[in-house]
């Protein structure tokens, strides 16, 4: 066997050992996020409870959000394709246009677990958008470990 193909099984078989480090690193971040996730939809969902209770049944209601007959208002956050050091990323940014502020559908002195619930669901959405980020990781990940195979297959005939 020439010893250049050795070297280059030695070097693909690195490399595949490293994307599969990789992916393992990538998929133990990724259930991170997900914890962080499903916690904090759980405090912002306890927190609203809170606030429901403090403020009565109907000021924090579904009656209290806008319907297809209410004004248009933009959104306060928006994701964007981003293009990153060679690698597609989403990122979340922040509207300043004509943006309605969704504390004021609930009255103007809400109760504090109100805005910690609005935190709550802000990170929760920041997590949400790390994950996609992650992923994005794992395909390309999986992409680069499938190319190296069949390159490996055609240095074996």
Not at 11 to 38: A, F, S, Y
Not at 44 to 49: Q, S, T, Y
Not at 87 to 112: A, R, S
């Amino acid at each position: 066997m020439p010893l250049d193909k050795i070297c280059s099984e030695e070097t693909v078989n690195d490399l595949l050992d490293r994307l599969t480090l990789r992916q393992l690193h990538l998929m133990e971040e990724k259930m991170c996020r997900e914890l962080n996730i499903e916690s904090n939809i759980n405090n912002g969902c306890f927190n609203l409870a809170k606030s429901r209770y403090i403020m009565g049944q109907t000021a924090v209601s579904k009656e209290r959000l806008p319907t297809e007959a209410s004004s248009e208002f933009s959104a306060l956050t928006r994701c964007e394709t981003i293009e990153e050091d060679g690698e597609t990323k989403l990122k979340i940014v922040e509207n300043d246009t004509n943006t309605v502020n969704p504390m004021h559908w609930f009255g103007v002195l809400v109760p504090q677990n109100l805005h910690k619930a609005k935190i709550m669901f802000q990170n929760a959405l920041n997590f949400i958008v790390e994950c996609a980020n992650i992923q994005i990781q794992i395909q390309e990940n999986l992409k680069n470990f499938d190319a190296l195979k069949q390159y490996k297959v055609m240095l074996n005939p």
